[in-house]
């Protein structure tokens, strides 16, 4: 069997992205630029074949991603993750300024986030730490729904603030300097 068949037999059988990590414990004699060879060939292999799909890097990982043009057809089959506006903005100052405490959230947005919090959980794209005050963060998963390999790729919120005349979001809400 040759490595970059396995490769491509570990991503395929996986339900998400396999971490590099996880490659290289199962094919030992390989190095981290040798894995990505492998899927940049597996790349070209599709794309010359017309194949829907490729090989992508996210959530610290690969894992196979249709390509764009297909999405249509997909959402006639699966229902994609439907999110309030609620919790897109939990999401993203979670994304922003997480891990933090469900206090920061409220306080950021100037309600209470329950809810949403319960969604994002729900649907795997946050998760918590535990303790005094219990810390949400960002999932695996909403890197790899987002496409991306880690929070540093999300957009500059700068862009944002310029983009549409936002004010900047503090770290923490007026009175609750101490993060709590």
């Known amino acids: 069997m040759a490595k970059r068949e396995i490769l491509e037999a570990l991503i395929f059988s996986a339900s998400g992205a396999v971490a590099l990590k996880d490659i290289l414990r199962i094919l030992p004699d390989s190095s981290p630029e040798e894995i990505q060879g492998y899927v940049e060939e597996l790349n070209v292999l599709y794309e010359s074949s017309h194949r829907s799909f490729r090989i992508h890097r996210a959530g610290g990982g690969y894992l196979f991603m249709t390509q764009p043009e297909y999405a249509p057809s997909i959402r006639q089959l699966v229902s994609p993750v439907r999110l309030t506006g609620a919790a897109l903005?939990?999401?993203?100052?979670?994304?922003?300024?997480?891990?933090?405490?469900?206090?920061?959230?409220?306080?950021?947005?100037?309600?209470?986030?329950?809810?949403?919090?319960?969604?994002?959980?729900?649907?795997?794209?946050?998760?918590i730490k535990p303790g005094?005050?219990?810390?949400?963060?960002?999932?695996?998963?909403?890197?790899?729904?987002?496409?991306?390999?880690?929070?540093?790729?999300?957009?500059?919120?700068?862009?944002?603030?310029?983009?549409?005349?936002?004010?900047?979001?503090?770290?923490?809400?007026p009175g609750h300097e101490d993060g709590l």
């Not at 979670?94 to 950021?108: E, F, L, M, N, R």
């Not at 219990?134 to 919120?157: A, H, N, Q, R, W």
């Open 89 to 127: 903005e939990v999401l993203a100052v979670v994304a922003y300024k997480g891990p933090c405490s469900k206090q920061t959230i409220d306080g950021i947005r100037g309600v209470d986030s329950t809810s949403s919090l319960k969604q994002l959980i729900k649907h795997q794209l946050i998760d």
């Open 132 to 173: 005094k005050p219990m810390l949400y963060y960002t999932s695996d998963k909403f890197l790899e729904v987002f496409g991306l390999t880690s929070l540093s790729e999300l957009p500059d919120i700068a862009q944002f603030e310029e983009v549409f005349g936002m004010p900047e979001v503090p770290a923490v809400a």
